[in-house]
């Protein structure tokens, strides 16, 4: 049955919001896939501005397309687009069964390709179809891209990974609590949850369905995990190193199948940037003719989600000027793209960063930035007085002295450190101070600067360590210290040990023994100002941002109980260990 809404009676109706939406009707529609599953799609279709046909833009989602009442089909909807909204296979009022990312790309079945030839053929369009969306709906579109639908002219993605092993699951061999939290609280991590019943489409959870699906399976000899948990969550921790079935989900070995231009947005505090900046370089440069020299890049001082149209407020520090209409953002790339408006967006610079700490907009031409220097800064004894943390080291350019003494600390898995803002998944999140982890922490700090520094691009972590354990995780944070002492989060990243050597198969440590680690941080473009202080802390964890290792070298669900490790960080002229940041000239 199609359920219709028009804007017209939304407005007699009264309701808020509805005054945008005159000038559409509003229907859902089953979209069949080649295997003959239906997926609930909501079309808005344009009225009073012309005849038709219109171009077409989509948006595919794992969180529910709201029947008819989504905000930015509305927004289309209202300046002559045929807008659709779909459900994800298996997700709310669609048909199948849900599987993370398998069916939106290059495999089986590809529900995007589908859902693109499908709205292309539509009545009310004129064959110009665009994608857009954030997040798990921007991934739906990096995974579709690569298998280069006719009708696909235009994307407009943001904030996703560009590898789902190294950049959401197991970020540097460590698990990310991310994805397990958003499977729970999505009712995807329990099998016994949900129940295919003929003519229901969604969620029940009733005690039989529990029980007779439980039964079904301890009856066959599935262990509890196999019987308790979904073959997706299984499947997701049973493949801790990078193989084949991560490949199957990997945007970054596609890019020379992307033939589509695609404006990038992502945020300085978001999880995914790593994934926004390398998408841009990696599709630009190895992309179809349609895709060579026609990305855009624009990056924020923002967290996870759309940039804030009227708050400047990121964490705890205001970011003046940083607010975006990302809705207008959207229309003027595709006016331009699906409508053929000489607009001027493609004369533009490719690239637009927010700089942090000069808290203005700056165009680029590459990311990242050619001009940058890199510049090493060494860990060294300390103390600094500038804060009551475990060693309170130095970092200085100059190398360390001989004799100088390795810092050691114990890392006990039944304890970690806290994780503070950043990227974190829950609040609070974005500019924190990190003073209170930065004290559970080796620390290593400069001296005030004498001089603005601006570090635009990767930093990374060089550095030599030891364990009294066969493996343990290693986790790295660049903070600017304010003169007040506040210690802001600009990146933090994590390092598991055993994989230090690559991430296809594990290298179990000798106790003891000292081994050189490197820890590439997600990108950052941030000044230092003078009176300022460049702050590196190391320690083993950062909870609940990634699941403790428990130092034992046994896989997950085996993992505990944990041992507690004298972990050791050396700095001395034969193994220094130092950051070394991408510095613009000035």
Not at 11 to 18: E, K, R, T
Not at 25 to 50: I, K, S
Not at 141 to 162: G, K, V, W
Not at 353 to 363: C, S
């Amino acid at each position: 049955m199609l359920t219709r809404f028009s804007g017209v009676v939304l407005l007699a109706l009264g309701i808020p919001g509805a005054a945008a939406a005159q000038s559409w009707t509003c229907e859902e529609v089953m979209a069949p896939m080649r295997d003959g599953v239906r997926l609930a799609t909501d079309v808005y279709v344009p009225r009073g501005q012309g005849p038709g046909p219109f171009p077409v833009l989509i948006e595919r989602t794992p969180y529910d397309k709201r029947s008819c009442s989504n905000p930015a089909a509305e927004f289309f909807a209202a300046r002559g687009y045929l807008a659709m909204v779909q459900d994800e296979r298996g997700r709310h009022r669609s048909e199948g069964e849900y599987y993370w990312l398998r069916d939106e790309a290059w495999g089986e079945r590809q529900d995007g390709y589908d859902t693109i030839e499908w709205a292309a053929a539509h009545p009310a369009s004129n064959g110009r179809v665009g994608t857009h969306g954030l997040s798990f709906t921007c991934a739906n579109q990096l995974l579709t891209a690569p298998t280069r639908p006719p009708h696909l002219e235009a994307m407009f993605c943001s904030q996703y990974a560009a590898n789902s092993y190294r950049d959401i699951f197991w970020q540097g061999g460590a698990l990310h609590m991310v994805l397990p939290t958003w499977l729970l609280t999505q009712r995807e991590m329990v099998k016994p949850l949900r129940a295919n019943v003929p003519g229901h489409r969604g969620y029940l959870g009733s005690a039989d369905a529990w029980f007779g699906w439980y039964d079904e399976h301890t009856e066959i000899g599935d262990d509890f995990t196999a019987s308790m948990f979904s073959d997706m969550y299984n499947d997701l921790v049973g493949n801790p190193w990078y193989n084949d079935y991560w490949r199957a989900l990997a945007v970054d070995e596609r890019y020379a199948d992307f033939d589509v231009p695609v404006y990038h947005l992502g945020g300085w505090y978001d999880r995914h940037i790593h994934g926004t900046v390398r998408h841009f370089a990696g599709i630009g440069s190895n992309g179809g003719p349609r895709a060579r020299g026609r990305q855009k890049l624009i990056v924020g001082p923002w967290i996870h989600g759309w940039p804030p149209t009227d708050d400047d407020r990121v964490g705890d520090l205001s970011f003046p000027g940083s607010e975006v209409d990302h809705l207008a953002l959207r229309l003027r790339w595709f006016d331009h793209h699906l409508k053929g408006h000489d607009n001027g967006v493609m004369d533009e610079p490719p690239i637009r960063i927010y700089v942090m700490g000069d808290n203005e907009w700056r165009n680029e031409n590459e990311f990242p930035l050619a001009r940058q220097k890199e510049q090493a800064w060494y860990f060294r004894a300390g103390p600094t007085g500038t804060v009551e943390s475990l060693n309170d080291g130095g970092l200085s350019r100059e190398p360390p002295d001989a004799g100088e003494p390795p810092d050691s600390y114990e890392y006990d898995p039944a304890h970690p450190v806290p994780t503070i803002g950043g990227d974190l998944f829950v609040a609070p999140r974005g500019a924190q101070d990190h003073r209170p982890a930065d004290r559970l922490s080796l620390t290593y700090t400069s001296e005030p600067l004498d001089a603005p520094l601006e570090v635009t691009g990767f930093p990374r972590v060089e550095f030599h360590a030891a364990s009294s354990a066969v493996d343990t995780d290693w986790v790295v944070t660049l903070t600017a210290v304010h003169e007040s002492g506040y210690s802001q989060l600009l990146r933090q990243m994590i390092l598991r040990a055993r994989y230090r050597e690559g991430d296809e198969a594990p290298v179990f440590l000798v106790p003891g023994d000292v081994v050189p680690y490197t820890i590439e941080l997600y990108p950052v473009s941030n000044v230092f100002q003078p009176g300022q202080r460049i702050r590196v802390t190391v320690t083993s964890s950062s909870f609940p941002k990634w699941y403790p290792n428990g130092n034992t070298g046994n896989e997950m669900m085996e993992d505990r109980p944990g041992v507690v490790a004298t972990n050791t960080i050396h700095h001395d002229p034969a193994r220094p260990s130092r950051i070394v940041l991408p510095v613009i000239p000035r």
